[in-house]
T-cell receptor, first 117, second 112 residues
Framework: AQKVTQAQTEISVVEKEDVTLDCVYE???????LFWYKQPPSGELVFLIR??????QNEISGRYSWNFQKSTSSFNFTITASQVVDSAVYFC??????????????FGKGTKLSVKP | DTGVSQNPRHKITKRGQNVTFRCDPI?????LYWYRQTLGQGPEFLTY????????KSRLLSDRFSAERPKGSFSTLEIQRTEQGDSAMYLC??????????FGQGTRLTVV
């Protein structure tokens, strides 16, 4: 069965600190996709990144970076120099049949990040 | 087109009543998804359409739930004989082919 675990329920940091959100996944498939979404208080899930299981290169986008390690089944997300606007719930998700007839995402329970000024 | 649109944003209903939610996906997105999110949890998949065809339904989608996408554009999700356990945020998302899914702001249902 597929499963996504986000062990950190809540994290609180002070502005400008770096913060890493952990994500561990389980799947028996060799082809799968991993995602991160941000959910601000308004409720809308905002897409951040998608990676496929064959691409283990780390990615950086501005202050955001992602570390994908198949050996540990982890897909961690780091925010550098955090800002108050980064405060939100962050979800990691897994899709094992992307592009096929199935399209559902399996989400973790989320990590609530609070960035204080 | 500014994104996935869901109506209403909030719905309060009495137990036993029927409710219907609407989702308008991003134009030309052929795939549409419904998810349910309860407090403190991640979204859970309910059902999925490719054009007008409903291709997958979760076990969470009991007989009281029905979803349609009659012309492959907007979709409706109906809950009959609502129960207090149905209280949740109902999220709709759409995607074009193999692209990432974009979510709406959701409909928050409260059953009293």
């Amino acid at each position: 069965a597929q499963k996504v675990t986000q062990a950190q329920t809540e994290i609180s940091v002070v502005e400008k600190e770096d913060v890493t959100l952990d994500c561990v996944y389980e799947t028996r498939d060799t082809t799968y996709y991993l995602f991160w979404y941000k959910q601000p208080p308004s409720g809308e899930l905002v897409f951040l990144i998608r990676r496929n299981s064959f691409d283990e290169q780390n990615e950086i986008s501005g202050r955001y970076s992602w570390n994908f390690q198949k050996s540990t089944s982890s897909f961690n997300f780091t925010i550098t120099a955090s800002q108050v606007v980064d405060s939100a719930v962050y979800f990691c998700a897994l899709s094992d049949s992307y592009g096929g007839s199935q399209g559902n995402l399996i989400f973790g329970k989320g990590t609530k990040l609070s960035v204080k000024p | 087109d500014t994104g996935v649109s869901q109506n209403p944003r909030h719905k309060i209903t009495k137990r036993g009543q029927n409710v219907t939610f609407r989702c308008d996906p991003i134009s030309e997105h052929n795939r549409l998804y419904w998810y349910r999110q309860t407090l403190g949890q991640g979204p859970e998949f309910l059902t999925y359409f490719q054009n007008e065809a409903q291709l997958e339904k979760s076990r969470l989608l009991s007989d009281r739930f029905s979803a349609e996408r009659p012309k492959g554009s907007f979709s409706t999700l109906e809950i009959q004989r609502t129960e207090q356990g149905d209280s949740a945020m109902y999220l709709c998302a759409s995607s074009r082919g193999k692209s990432e899914a974009f979510f709406g702001q959701g409909t928050r249902l409260t059953v009293v």
